[in-house]
């Protein structure tokens, strides 16, 4: 399954050697601003396009959506998405403004939110990983009252999410620090994508995030 920008989601059944377009549900000529994976067979999505934004949930492989998180206000959209120890879901929406956005708890499969605390007023996770120790890394964004974006590198969570604090040790820089495309290991290796003012770089840590070497 693929999302793309202005042309909606594709799916493959041979590999990637050809792509059919799914997504019904979804709003027209879609710009997909996540597309993942959830428990079981489910998948999320955020999206805008004609009609507005919203998050969205399929239960088919991709072939249908559902809206869901009808108890936000309508502008925000989903950015990461990970499954706690019980099951349950925590998401990044993003409002396009301060208030609203945040973390999120969904206990329902994603019909309802409650925002978690412990983030700065208007961060958000853009991209959101959980651990084999089960703990939480989330790549994080601050949209200002100013309506100015900044990095606020990694942050993570050793109790489902409940609390947050920094996380960015070992890096060449410590502000303005953007983080995205987390992914985690089986053997609990983490790899980060990082872009900082005068530099960019990938960095993987090998002892659960208490520090950080640079790969690339």
Known sequence: LAGTQIFGVFRSIDRGES?????????????????????????????????????????????????????????????????????????????????????????????HWRKL??????????SLVREPSGRFLAAILQRTPEGKTLGLGLYRSTSDGAIWKPANFNFPVSDYLFADHLTVSSAGSVIVDLHWPTGEGIFKSTDRAPSWRSVL
């Open 117 to 126: 605390e412990g983030l700065p007023e208007g961060a958000y996770a853009t």
């Open 19 to 111: 792509w059919s377009p799914v997504g019904g549900g979804l709003p027209l000529n879609p710009w997909l601003n996540s597309l993942t994976i959830g428990p079981g067979d489910s998948l999320f999505a955020g999206a805008c396009g004609g009609g507005g934004c919203g998050s969205f949930r399929s239960n088919d492989g991709g072939q249908t959506w559902q809206k869901i998180a009808l108890d936000l206000p309508a502008d925000m959209t989903l950015e990461s998405l990970a499954t706690d120890t019980n099951g349950d879901l925590l998401a990044g929406f993003y409002s396009g403004g301060v208030n609203g956005t945040g973390i999120y708890r969904s206990l329902d499969g994603g019909k």
